[in-house]
C-alpha cells in the first residue's frame, strides 16, 4: 500500500518502528503530558513543542466501524471487504485502523486488543475483536 | 436578552444566478465552465462584465479555476479579487458581503468551475497525501462518513429507513427539476436492495461526482433596487471551524456545528421555525442528518425519527433541497444550492416551485473542518 502508507516520513516512524517490536505507541507532550493521535508537530492542548513516543495499553474500544464493499485504489482490491475501525484507546487517544477478520462481526463497543503484523515486510498495527 | 447588531442583515444581495449543464462536459476545462457560469449570471443580472468591480473564484479540489485563471478568461482587472480554495458558495458568499459592506467592492461575481468527471480525479487518493487513516483502508468521504453514520446508529437507533429518507427524499425532489442528473423514481424498496458500497452507506447516500460550473451575483443592496430581478437579500451569516480536525476526539460527529448554528440564530433573531425552504450541501446523506440536528431543526439524536415523518420531502414543512441536492442533481461543491434557493425565492422555480417561500437557509460545510451558514430572504429588513 505504498501511496496510502506514510511510509518514510519521519513523523510516522517511530510508530512503526515500534509495531515492529510489536509495541504500540503514541506522542505524549513533554510539557502538559497529553497523548496524542494521529501525530502531530506540537501539542494542540497546551502549545508545546517538545514530545516523546510513549508505550500504551494496545486495547480499546471500538468508537465506529465501516466496511468497505469497493476499493476506492488499486491496492485496496484485494481487500474488499475490509473493515475499518476508529479505536477509543483504553489510554485516551483514538485511533483509526484496520480490522482483522475474526469470528465476532464489527460492532460499536466491542473490545478490541492490537496485532503486530507485517504487511509487505513492512511493521504494522491490526485490531483484533477479543 | 437584547438581540446583538447584526451587521450584515440586508446590506448586500444576490441579484443573479446561472449554471452550465451538469454532468459531463468533456472538452470544457474547470476555468472555461466557471466562466460560462459566470457569464450567465452576468446576464441573468442584467449587468455586463464592465460593470463589475469584484471577483471571487473558488479553487477546485483539482486546483483549478482559481481567481487568477478565471480573471484571465474575464479579460478585466479589478479592484477587489479573490480565491477561496474551499467550497459549497457559502464561504465565498460571506467574503462577498464582507467587501460590500466594508466597500472594498460594490458588485461582485462568485464563480466555481470544475471538471472533475471528465477530468477523472481520482477521489480514492488521500486528498492531503498518505496518512495513518489512509494506511488503514480509510479513503474516500465515504468512510469518515460513514463512521460517523455508524456511530449515529449505534448510539442513537437511526435505522436505515430513516436515514434513507434523504436519498430517496432527494430524488424525489429531482424529479421537477430538469437540470438534474438522477431523475429515476427511487422507492424505498430500491434504496434498501441497493448493496453497500461502504457499510452503512448505499451508493445513493453519496454524490457522484460531475462537471459543470455555478455562479451568482452580489452586489450592494441600494444598487441591488435597481436591477430586474428581486433581490434576495443575505439576512444572515456565520461560520465556525473544528480545525482540531483529527485531534478533536468528537471530529466526525461535529458537535461544534452547534456553534455556527447559535451564532446564525443569535444575530439574526431567528429560529428554525422561521426557515420555510432549507438547503445542506450533501457530498453525503451524513451531512444532512448532522446539520438538521446540530441547526435545530430536530433534536440531538432525533434526525432519524424526524426524516421517516416525511418534514422534508415535497409537500412537507420543511421542503429540503427542492433541486434534488448533489445525491440527485449534481455534484458542483455545494454551489447548485444557493442558486436553487434564489430560484425559489424568486419565485422561478419551475414545477418544483413552493409557495411563496420568504426566508431561506444554507448550511454546508468544508470537508469535516470548516462550517458555514447563510440567511438569505426577500425582505430586506429579515435578520437586522
Known amino acids: ?94 485511533m483509526i485502523g484496520r480490522l482483522l477478520e475474526g469470528e465476532k462481526p464489527p460492532a460499536v463497543g466491542a473490545r478490541v486488543a492490537a496485532e503486530f503484523v507485517a504487511t509487505d515486510g513492512v511493521p504494522s498495527v491490526r485490531w483484533r475483536i477479543v | 436578552m437584547a438581540k446583538p447588531e447584526n451587521p450584515v442583515a440586508g446590506r448586500a444581495a444576490i441579484v443573479g444566478l446561472g449554471h452550465t449543464a451538469q454532468g459531463e462536459l468533456p472538452g470544457s476545462s474547470a476555468e472555461q ?42 479579460g478585466v482587472n479589478l479592484p477587489y479579487v479573490q480565491s477561496l480554495d474551499y467550497g459549497t458558495c457559502n464561504f465565498s458568499l460571506h467574503l462577498a458581503v464582507m467587501a460590500i459592506v466594508s466597500g472594498m467592492a460594490n458588485t461582485i461575481l462568485l464563480t466555481y468551475g470544475a471538471n472533475a468527471r471528465s477530468g477523472k480525479f481520482d477521489f480514492g487518493k488521500p486528498m492531503y497525501g498518505a496518512d495513518m487513516a489512509s494506511a488503514a483502508g480509510l479513503v474516500h468521504i465515504a468512510g469518515r462518513a460513514g463512521l460517523a453514520l ?26 421537477n427539476n430538469p437540470n438534474a442528473i438522477f431523475r429515476k423514481p427511487m422507492t424505498m424498496a430500491d434504496y434498501l436492495a441497493e448493496p453497500y458500497m461502504v457499510d452503512p452507506l448505499r451508493r445513493s447516500d453519496v454524490t457522484m461526482i460531475s462537471d459543470g460550473g455555478a455562479a451568482v451575483v452580489v452586489t ?14 443575505v439576512s444572515g451569516m456565520a461560520e465556525y471551524a473544528g480545525v482540531r480536525g483529527d485531534n478533536n476526539p468528537e471530529n466526525l460527529m461535529r458537535p461544534w456545528l452547534k456553534q455556527s448554528a447559535s451564532a446564525i440564530w443569535t444575530t439574526t433573531g431567528l429560529n428554525a421555525g422561521d426557515i420555510d425552504v432549507l438547503y445542506i450541501q450533501d457530498p453525503t446523506a451524513v451531512w444532512s442528518l448532522q446539520m438538521l440536528e446540530y441547526y435545530g431543526f430536530c433534536g440531538i ?26 445525491l440527485s442533481e449534481s455534484y458542483t461543491w455545494g ?50
Request: charged letters at 15%; proline letters at 6%.
Open chain 1, 1 to 94: 500500500m505504498t501511496g496510502l502508507s506514510p511510509t518514510g516520513d519521519a513523523m510516522t516512524a517511530p510508530f512503526f518502528e515500534a509495531a515492529g517490536q510489536g509495541r504500540l505507541v503514541v506522542q505524549q507532550c513533554s510539557s502538559c503530558g497529553a497523548l496524542r493521535w494521529p501525530p502531530l508537530a506540537g501539542c494542540p492542548d497546551c502549545r508545546g513543542r517538545d514530545s516523546a513516543w510513549v508505550d500504551i495499553a494496545p486495547a480499546g474500544t471500538i468508537w465506529s466501524f465501516v466496511v468497505y464493499h469497493r476499493a476506492f485504489a488499486a491496492e485496496l482490491k484485494p481487500d474488499i471487504p475490509y473493515t475499518v475501525v476508529m479505536v477509543e484507546l483504553d489510554d485516551g487517544p483514538y
Open chain 2, 33 to 74: 465552465n466557471a466562466l460560462d457560469a459566470g457569464l450567465l449570471a452576468l446576464q441573468n443580472a442584467g449587468l455586463t462584465v464592465g460593470d463589475l468591480d469584484g471577483l471571487i473564484a473558488c479553487k477546485s479540489v483539482q486546483g483549478q479555476a482559481n481567481d487568477v485563471a478565471v480573471g484571465a478568461l474575464l
Open chain 2, 150 to 175: 455508524q456511530r449515529h446508529k449505534a448510539i442513537y437507533g437511526t435505522t436505515d429507513e430513516q436515514f434513507g429518507m434523504l436519498a430517496v427524499g432527494q430524488r424525489l425532489w429531482a424529479q
Open chain 2, 220 to 233: 450592494a443592496a441600494e444598487r441591488a433596487r435597481d436591477l430586474p430581478n428581486r433581490p434576495v437579500y
Open chain 2, 301 to 326: 439524536g432525533e434526525g432519524g425519527p424526524f426524516l421517516a415523518e416525511g418534514h422534508t420531502l415535497p409537500g412537507g414543512v420543511l421542503p429540503l433541497n427542492t433541486h434534488g441536492g448533489q
Open chain 2, 335 to 384: 454551489w447548485m444550492h444557493v442558486v436553487e434557493a434564489v430560484r425559489q425565492l424568486r419565485g422561478q422555480a419551475g414545477d418544483r416551485q413552493l409557495d411563496a417561500p420568504r426566508i431561506g437557509m444554507y448550511c454546508s460545510s468544508h470537508g469535516f473542518v470548516k462550517a458555514a451558514a447563510s440567511i438569505l430572504s426577500t425582505e430586506q429588513s429579515v435578520g437586522s
